[in-house]
């Protein structure tokens, strides 16, 4: 019986276009491969999917802040465990922490 990989090969444009698009995803996919110790391809990946934990989750956060300067919360990060929701959720806090403040 021959097994066949479901995932598509790295040129086609099929694993182009689940790949990571923003630098901040790209910027995230590094931090959970580095924490999960996994490579991580897809934008659509689920943290928990991929091997995470809420501990892992802690490590997440304080890459993130260190990344960023934000003040990303344990529970952005369970409420959006997709790297490209997530993604926009640090983009949002990086947008809101750069927006001037208002009188």
């Not at 479901?6 to 959970?32: F, K, N, V, Y």
Request: avoid cysteine; charge should be neutral; aromatic fraction near 4%.
């Amino acid at each position: 019986m021959e097994l066949r990989s479901h995932r598509a090969p790295g040129g086609s444009p099929d694993a182009r276009s689940r790949a990571p698009r923003t630098e901040t995803e790209r910027a995230l996919s590094a931090i959970w491969e580095e924490v999960l110790n996994s490579r991580q391809e897809e934008r659509e990946q689920n943290f928990f999917d991929a091997g995470g934990d809420s501990l892992l989750v802690t490590r997440v956060v304080l890459r993130a802040r260190k990344t960023w300067g934000i003040s990303l919360n344990v529970q952005v990060v369970l409420d959006h465990p997709v790297l490209k929701d997530l993604a926009e959720q640090i983009d949002l806090l990086v947008r809101s922490a750069q927006a001037p403040a208002k009188p």
